[in-house]
């Protein structure tokens, strides 16, 4: 195999794993620290690309449906967790059912809306172009995603890890009662982590949309990956999250590249294998 080729493909599952990594980060905090199943967050992946995109088409802006698409994204979050969500609280089948068939609602819905053809989304013209790599192309847009993905990554282990507010969320997983008890409302400091993970689903599906398209179905394929994402890394950890992100999406693209017919075989492969070395996943924790 050429060494040019290897480096080419390397860039691209690094791109894949991060761009995976905003996708399960939100559904590994909204499994892991709300103990709430949300089989809906692939939806707000696949709307926030769609949102983006019509941003695109009415302002010509990419940079504002990166802002947008987040926030149309993390309002709806808001009112599924407040209004329903909230009810089913510790009802993991109930969670389930609901949030599954709310995704097969909303892929009806953005069929119907925005179309079942594939949309291609442009790039920002700023990113538009490529560099020489080991004398290969390499679109600038894909390599600018390597930084984006790791600065929001590291922006959410330090909000997490290093502030005020990521204290009160570790702290409500372990004991909400005590928490609730130093007058804090912990009810509504899990309704910002739900609202959060939706954000950064729907921020995913807008980065993503120049290099994977919007396609009905998009929504299902990436929830699959996440959960895999999710299961290998260990619920509730952005560092998990991130080690199962880069493990998938590598073997994503990788097996894509070199063996397409058994490519989804060897995640599927390693997801078992994880589990039978490390049933809660490589950084998960233990239950107390």
Known sequence: MPLDILVIQLLNGLVFSL?????????????????????????????????GLTMIRWFGSFWLALLIAPL?????????????????QSRHLDQVLFTFG????????LRWYWGAYVESVPPPPELDGSVLIMGRQFPVYRLSLIFFGAIVGVALMVLLDYTRIGAIVRAG???????????????WVFVGVFVLGTALAAL???AAGPITNLYPGLDFEILILALVVV??????????ALLGSILVGMTETLGKAFIPEFSLF???ALMALVLLVRPRGLLGQKEA
Do not use: C, K, P
Request: charged share 10%; net charge negative; glycine share 16%.
């Open 266 to 268: 060897v995640i599927f």
């Open 72 to 88: 149309v994204a993390g309002a709806l979050g808001l009112l599924l967790q407040v209004w329903f969500l909230r009810r089913l």
């Open 231 to 240: 299961v290998i890394g260990g619920l509730g950890t952005l560092r998990g």
């Open 19 to 51: 761009l995976l990594f905003l996708m399960a980060a939100g559904l590994s905090l909204i499994l892991g620290l709300m103990d709430v199943v949300n089989l809906a967050h692939g939806g707000f992946y696949l709307f926030g690309g769609y949102i």
């Open 102 to 109: 709310l995704a097969l609602i909303a892929a009806d819905m």
């Open 173 to 187: 997983v372990s004991d909400s009662e005590l928490v609730s008890g130093l007058g804090i409302n912990i009810d």
């Open 204 to 206: 995913a599906g807008v």
